[in-house]
């Protein structure tokens, strides 16, 4: 009986067919995994003004280059989700 | 390995169809032997022998359908896998392409500002006393200390 068992068994399992699809989320590219620049000191001898004001400027810089970067990670975050989800 | 594993899809399909066919000849046949003497006697087992083989058959004949069912879905998907795969490296591209281009315009800016502070600012050095304490406030700030 045990035996008659088994193979009604096997011969039910045998209609299970696994067909599985690997698929992974595509990784970061290198260009996003540059970190933000630190931001310029000045000079703490300088009597200068202007060249407060230049370090000022250029720490302005280096956070719009950072947005731009912070940016393009959250574009490349919502894209390749699009395209990830499109895919059912 | 894709053809030994097609070769023997196909091995198995044939003999499924083969259980089938000699199935249902043979129960056919269970009515002629009935009349044939001398092997008469054989007609009762060879319809039970049929008749598992045509449900054993039937079985995986519908095994095999659900088979080829799955592999068309996976073959589809797969299709879509690789359309996805391109967009996002076309995505990717163009991503790139996007932050050089906003980069390079940041840095373009930041050269004009600099020039502009040279031409507007420095004039203004000797004039301006720099108040104590405003450079160590400044990088305080830049380096987030308190």
């Known amino acids: ?88 | 390995m894709f053809f030994i594993s097609s070769l023997l899809h196909s091995i198995w399909a044939l003999i499924v169809h083969l259980m089938v066919l000699v199935g249902m000849a043979g129960y056919v046949a269970s009515y002629f032997v009935k009349t044939i003497p001398f092997i008469t006697q054989y007609n009762l087992p060879l319809r039970i022998g049929c008749s598992i083989l045509i449900i054993l058959g039937v079985f995986f004949e519908g095994s095999l359908h659900n088979e080829n069912v799955w592999k068309e879905r996976v073959a589809i998907l797969e299709e879509k896998v690789k359309v996805s795969q391109q967009q996002s490296d076309d995505a990717n591209k163009e991503l790139q392409k996007l932050l050089e281009d906003s980069t390079q315009k940041t840095k373009e800016v930041q050269i004009v500002i600099q020039d502009r502070i040279v031409k507007e600012i420095v004039k203004l050095d000797s004039v301006c006393v720099m108040p104590p304490g405003v450079i160590s406030i400044l990088n305080d700030a830049a380096r987030n200390r308190k």
């Open chain 1, 1 to 88: 009986m045990k035996q008659i068992l088994m193979v009604l068994c096997l011969m039910v399992l045998t209609g299970c067919v696994t067909t599985p699809v690997e698929r992974k989320f595509p990784e970061v590219p290198d260009y996003l995994k540059i970190k933000c620049s630190d931001l310029i000191e000045i000079d703490p001898k300088t009597t200068k003004f202007s060249e407060v004001v230049k370090v000022v400027a250029a720490n302005y810089g280096l956070y719009q280059e950072c947005l731009i970067k912070s940016e393009s990670w959250i574009n490349w975050y919502n894209q390749q989700k699009q395209i990830f989800e499109s895919v059912k």
